[in-house]
């Protein structure tokens, strides 16, 4: 969706649209200004969610992945002494 700030990091910004979005949807219930905050408390939950989904899978993912290549890596290694080997 948005580019993520990396001066953050992603737990951090999780929580930091949380928290915005629970303000944004306390200020409509407390105010007057309905279009503004309707349109901001869209555009937290775009925000939140996309940064949940982040926290919550792709950066798992990625962990994964990466330790998955460094096996593959250290088998291969393992192939070619063999062959060496041999």
Known sequence: ?????????????SRLFTFGLVLTLLGM?????????VVGAIVMAGLAVESWIRVQHLIPMHNEIRSMQKQIKKLQSEIRTLEYDE
């Open 1 to 13: 969706m948005l580019t993520r700030y990396t001066g953050m990091t992603a737990e951090s910004q």
């Open 29 to 37: 219930v407390l105010t007057d200004m309905w279009i503004p905050m």
